[in-house]
């Protein structure tokens, strides 16, 4: 059973910056893609951005510039780096990873931003 567990949400000023981590059960190898989902209240979730087994990102158009996906293969993790952050950023971030059976997700991560 693969476990995806999240790390890094909170509360911060617009403006301000967050780190979310992901850490993976197994190799992230293992993955086809990993990446972060989120959802606000009362809307789907929504890609916010993915990294590629071969390390491509990929990222909504909503926060590029603004975001940035890496990965740490040696701890098995995925991070996000939010910066300038803006309140239509909040919600629930999930951690999302896909291999060629299927898909898993994290039990997410809270992120408020306030005005």
């Known amino acids: 059973q693969v476990q995806l567990v999240e790390s890094g949400g909170g509360l911060v000023q617009a403006g301000g910056s967050l780190r979310l981590s992901c850490a993976a059960s197994r190799s992230i190898f293992s993955f086809n893609v990993m990446g972060w989902y989120r959802q606000a209240p009362g809307k789907q979730r929504e890609l916010v951005a993915t990294?590629?087994?071969?390390?491509?990102?990929n990222y909504a158009d909503s926060v590029k510039g603004r975001f940035t996906i890496s990965r740490d293969i040696a701890k098995n993790t995925v991070s996000l780096q939010m910066n300038v952050l803006k309140p239509e950023d909040t919600a629930v971030y999930y951690c999302?990873?896909?291999?060629?059976?299927?898909?898993?997700w994290g039990q997410g991560t809270q992120v408020t931003v306030s005005s």
């Open positions: 999302n990873a896909h291999d060629w059976l299927r898909g898993y």
């Open positions: 990294i590629s087994s071969g390390g491509s990102p």
